[in-house]
């Protein structure tokens, strides 16, 4: 029986112990499939099992060994059989050039007696032209070749190629376990916060232990009710949100908005996603027309959808604020 270590995240636990036992009752899928919300370790969890799947001596946790010729060859990121497959810098999407590479390489007897193993992240940037290559691999799969694919978006994966993966769901179920895990990390104040913020999948995990991105999201809130009292302007806002990650940016605002219209319907405060910023949310929403303010956070979303885009993404920012701060009367045209 593989022994978990406990030092992993504990929402990955479970995920973990059935990698292993795939390993341990040598019944591993050729083609795997891990997905779950953004921010839960999961390329993470892939390369772990990656690399077990390679070592010639692997622990009783499951892990490799670190040490054997085939992990040092992965630590010098040289293992002929490990192979990642991912958006070329500056691309959005994997090319079919990248996968009929990869097909290529997967007809090819791997050099070591182990596997070859093919990572692929993330698995919904696979183009359409290069999904229909990539099925054939998977409908005829040669011997002792592992694919694995990572996602947070599986729904945007083809039906052909979800049917022919073995699918690992990564989620944090437990919110109790979650506490534990901050409280490891020594975060004692704002757990239902924290959490609240996790399970809306306004913040990550791992973003809830980073004071910058933590003092970030203030720091934009502040900039948001600043427009709103007319003592910045979009441009300048835009400017500086630039450096924000975009998808965080976009969940914050959605969230914001979608708090203020609990706020109109007078729900309880306990409801709110953002419960540490019930008090000024509130303050907000009073100034505010109920279908005014529901045009906008439809504005919003459709906004968000065109992250990943060819749309000026600055441009579509400063046109937010500059929405927002006209919902308060006010017009900079």
């Known amino acids: 029986m593989i022994v978990i270590d406990n030092h992993k995240p504990p929402w990955q636990q479970k995920s973990w112990q059935l990698l292993c036992n795939y390993i341990e009752q040598k019944r591993v899928p050729q083609a795997l499939l891990i997905?779950?919300?953004?921010?839960?370790?999961?390329?993470?969890?892939?390369?772990?099992?990656?690399?077990?799947?390679?070592?010639?001596?692997?622990?009783?946790?499951?892990?490799?060994?670190?040490?054997?010729?085939?992990?040092?060859?992965?630590?010098?990121?040289?293992?002929?059989?490990?192979?990642?497959?991912?958006?070329?810098?500056?691309?959005?999407?994997?090319?079919?050039?990248?996968?009929?590479?990869?097909?290529?390489?997967?007809?090819?007897?791997?050099?070591?007696?182990?596997?070859?193993?093919?990572?692929?992240?993330?698995?919904?940037?696979?183009?359409?032209?290069?999904?229909?290559?990539?099925?054939?691999?998977?409908?005829?799969?040669?011997?002792?070749?592992?694919?694995?694919?990572?996602?947070?978006?599986?729904?945007?994966?083809?039906?052909?190629?979800?049917?022919?993966?073995?699918?690992?769901?990564?989620?944090?179920?437990?919110?109790?376990?979650?506490?534990?895990?901050?409280?490891?990390?020594?975060?004692?104040?704002?757990?239902?916060?924290?959490?609240?913020?996790?399970?809306?999948?306004?913040?990550?995990?791992?973003?809830?232990?980073?004071?910058?991105?933590?003092?970030?999201?203030?720091?934009?809130?502040?900039?948001?009710?600043?427009?709103?009292?007319?003592?910045?302007f979009p441009g300048i806002i835009s400017e500086k949100w630039i450096k924000v990650p975009q998808t965080e940016l976009m969940n914050w605002l959605s969230s914001w908005v979608s708090d203020m219209i609990k706020c109109l319907f007078g729900v309880n405060h306990k409801l709110l996603i953002n419960q540490d910023l019930a008090k000024p949310i509130r303050e907000l929403a009073r100034r505010l027309q109920f279908h005014s303010l529901y045009k906008y956070y439809d504005n919003l979303l459709l906004s968000r959808n065109q992250i990943g885009t060819q749309i000026n993404y600055q441009s579509m920012i400063e046109e937010i604020l500059v929405q927002w701060h006209e919902l308060h009367g006010r017009t900079f045209r």
């Open 35 to 232: 997905s779950g919300p953004q921010g839960l370790s999961k390329h993470q969890l892939a390369q772990q099992f990656a690399n077990a799947l390679l070592c010639f001596n692997l622990l009783e946790n499951g892990f490799n060994c670190g040490t054997c010729d085939a992990c040092l060859l992965i630590k010098a990121e040289t293992h002929p059989d490990l192979i990642f497959i991912n958006p070329i810098e500056g691309k959005n999407s994997i090319s079919i050039n990248q996968i009929r590479q990869l097909v290529t390489n997967a007809y090819l007897k791997p050099q070591f007696d182990t596997y070859r193993v093919a990572v692929i992240n993330p698995a919904d940037a696979v183009s359409a032209a290069a999904a229909n290559a990539f099925l054939k691999c998977l409908e005829e799969p040669t011997e002792r070749t592992i694919f694995i694919l990572v996602t947070s978006k599986p729904y945007r994966l083809p039906a052909t190629i979800l049917s022919r993966c073995q699918k690992i769901s990564v989620a944090i179920s437990d919110k109790q376990c979650l506490v534990s895990w901050l409280k490891d990390r020594g975060i004692n104040e704002n757990q239902e916060t924290l959490l609240n913020l996790v399970g809306n999948s306004i913040l990550t995990a791992q973003q809830i232990t980073n004071e910058s991105i933590i003092k970030q999201r203030m720091d934009c809130f502040n900039d948001w009710v600043d427009i709103a009292d007319s003592r910045n």
